[in-house]
């Protein structure tokens, strides 16, 4: 895989989002502190694999890690003029309903060609307590495809930001913490990729444990 990186442009507006709203937001309001930055690789395909609980946590991860991140959205949202141009601009790739494994696994090989770190939350969808019970082997799978590094990511607290049917933020404090490289599975047979997502899960669970 070539040390390739994010477009200039995308660079640039990943850094004017981080430095103007949310590393201020997440540094003051949410007190936050991140663990581990030394351990991300700047350059090159990457992916971020973490828990999930909560739909601030992919532009937290991306301001922790020091690099843009590109995550999947919803095909619609690539349909309005604008905010299509700027979502693409900031990494992210559109995947279509009833078929998002096939689209995304394409798509994030496109990213990873690229030179762009891409995120992929290994319970695939938000869990209330921010634990990975099911985990799903894609994440895996795409690193032996492509032979990128995963990066375990553990976010802490955002469960407790928003609350169902509640517009204000709560000020509640968030710990990132970011573990060392796992390097891709050998071969994509079923018992490398699951070996691969246990040793993910139980980097993100460990470092979850440590708490605040």
């Known amino acids: 895989m070539p040390h390739q990186r994010e477009p200039l442009i995308s660079l640039a507006l990943y850094h004017l ?7 201020p937001m997440f540094h003051t309001y949410f007190r936050g502190r991140i663990y581990g930055a030394e351990n991300v690789p700047q350059t090159g395909g990457l992916i971020v694999v973490a828990n999930h609980a ?10 922790c890690v020091r690099r843009p991140v590109s995550y999947m959205a919803k095909e619609e949202l690539f349909k309005i003029p604008v905010f299509s141009r700027a979502i693409r601009l900031y990494g ?22 690229r030179g762009w770190a ?11 307590d921010a634990r990975i019970a099911s985990p799903k082997l894609g994440a895996a799978m ?61 980097a993100i669970h460990a470092m979850h444990h440590l708490g605040r």
């Open 54 to 63: 909560s739909d601030f946590d992919p532009p937290i991860i991306s301001n």
């Open 142 to 202: 795409i690193a032996a495809k492509a032979q990128v590094p995963l990066l375990p990511v553990s976010v802490w607290g955002t469960q407790a930001i928003l609350g169902k049917g509640e517009k204000m933020l709560h000020p509640v404090p968030i710990t990132v913490r970011i573990g060392d490289v796992i390097q891709p599975p050998s071969s994509g047979d079923r018992d490398a990729l699951e070996a691969i997502t246990h040793q993910c899960v139980e």
């Open 92 to 113: 992210a790739y559109p995947v279509k309903r009833g078929s998002a494994d096939r689209s995304a696994i394409r798509a994030a090989l496109a990213q990873l060609e």
């Open 17 to 23: 989002f981080k430095w103007s709203i949310v590393s």
């Open 118 to 128: 891409v995120g992929i939350f290994l319970q695939g969808t938000r869990t209330p």
